[in-house]
Nanobody, 124 residues
């Protein structure tokens, strides 16, 4: 079992930055591919970043590429999502999720464990 807890969300002005954290307990995240997803009101959940377990390579959705950066700190058993140049359309609840696979997919069904989510609001 893996427990995931996100933090770092909040209210930020357009163009601002936030760093989300996803702290894990129960098992080392080294064994898991980590996905970052978001869900805005009235919209489907979408994947925004994926950190592959095998080598740490990170993949991004087109909508966030160049603005978001995923990383992991194995010593802290924590993954991060650095979000820069935020836009109002980035407003959503952000979730991290862990999948016991060695590849990246933005398909939510492959993820076994989910955090509770953290709200990100981009507004002036």
């Amino acid at each position: 079992q893996v427990q995931l807890v996100e933090s770092g969300g909040g209210l930020v002005q357009p163009g601002g930055s936030l760093r989300l954290s996803c702290a894990a307990s129960g098992r080392s995240l080294n064994y898991y591919t980590i996905g970052w997803f978001r869900q805005a009101p009235g919209k489907e959940r979408e994947g925004v970043a994926c950190i592959r377990s095998s080598d740490g390579t990170t993949y991004y959705a087109v909508s966030v590429k160049g603005r978001f950066t995923g990383s992991r700190d194995n010593a802290k058993n924590t993954v991060y999502l650095q979000m820069n140049s935020l836009k109002p359309e980035d407003t959503a609840v952000y979730y991290c999720a862990a999948a016991a696979v060695a590849y990246c997919r933005f398909n939510a069904r492959i993820y076994d464990y989910w955090g509770q989510g953290t709200q990100v609001t981009v507004s002036s």
